[in-house]
């Protein structure tokens, strides 16, 4: 039971969760703090577990129709229900009275807001992932632990960071939905990538990464150099190519894109502090 939950937890996207969580902490200008354990240990298997088996939960209907789940993507049966909730509870529940007792105010406000997301993302009445736009607009949560690590430490957040990390992953959302659009468009899911088509979300999505760009130039030219290339070349590909199959075919590069920047970024982070230039 413990390995289908991990499973379901998609590990190989964990690094969507910690690694703005370690940035966040890095931001603070300390490479470790041991307050921050907790936090970290949160958005591992509990947190993931939240975001991916709540989605499994309410989307078993279209998820039996769609061949590309199962793999990367967990394919669950109706008897795994009750397990996946009784999981997402006992891994959630104590890290989040702990947090409402021992952070700060606005820090708790802000995981509250990042776990109300993700659990509106795919549960009803607000289910943002079948309503275009706000599907995409709510995976700017993925950016918050840019905000509340760094007030969990008590310490300022770096906006430009984090107003960045928001509006990537607004496009990189919709851009990975291209892979559905077909099966979605079958069952009736309006996501923004089929409202928009596969051209409008190279527009969509271009926007939203150009911003993001900016918004990291702010605090690294390399890093700003990195994402526009990174994602200046998928974008590309799949205007010469506008099919579901060309998003799939792309989807293995989009997983590694947080790898390559984030990498890229925390070097020169962790080289910045250890070298004691960083302000």
């Not at 939950?5 to 890095?26: C, D, E, K, M, Y």
């Not at 009736?188 to 999505?205: K, N, P």
């Not at 990291?216 to 579901?244: C, D, H």
């Not at 293995?252 to 970024?265: H, L, M, N, Q």
Request: net charge neutral; charged share 10%.
């Amino acid at each position: 039971m413990l390995g289908r939950l991990f499973h379901i937890s998609r590990p190989v996207l964990w690094i969507n969760t910690i690694g703005p969580a370690v940035v966040g902490v890095w931001l603070t200008g300390d490479l470790w703090q041991w307050e921050a354990v907790p936090l970290l240990l949160w958005l591992t298997l509990p947190f993931n577990l939240l975001i991916y088996g709540v989605n499994d939960v309410f989307d078993q209907e279209t998820d039996a129709k769609n061949p590309r789940k199962g793999n990367l993507g967990a394919k669950i049966s109706p008897e795994e229900t009750n397990i996946i909730w009784r999981g997402v509870l006992l891994t959630n529940v104590p890290f989040l009275l702990y947090f409402l007792l021992f952070l700060s105010t606005s820090a708790f406000l802000w995981i509250l807001l990042y776990t109300a997301l993700f659990v509106g993302y795919s549960a009803p009445p607000a289910r943002f992932k079948a309503q275009p736009y706000l599907d995409s607009l709510s995976n700017a949560a993925y950016a918050f632990p840019l905000v509340f690590a760094p007030l969990a430490l008590e310490a300022s957040v770096v906006w430009p960071a984090a107003l960045g990390l928001m509006t990537w992953s607004a496009a990189k959302h919709t851009f990975d939905a291209v892979q559905d659009v077909s099966e979605d468009r079958k069952v009736g899911i309006q996501t923004t990538a089929v409202r928009l088509g596969i051209r409008g979300v190279v527009l969509w999505s271009g926007t939203w990464w150009c911003i993001a760009t900016l918004c990291f130039a702010l605090i690294s030219p390399i890093v700003a150099l990195v994402n526009a290339t990174y994602a200046g070349g998928m974008l590309y590909a799949l205007y010469r190519e506008p099919v579901p199959e060309t998003g799939h075919l792309l989807y293995k590069y989009s997983i590694a894109f947080p790898y390559v920047a984030g990498t890229i970024a925390g070097v020169q982070l962790v080289g910045a502090i250890s070298l004691g230039a960083y302000p």
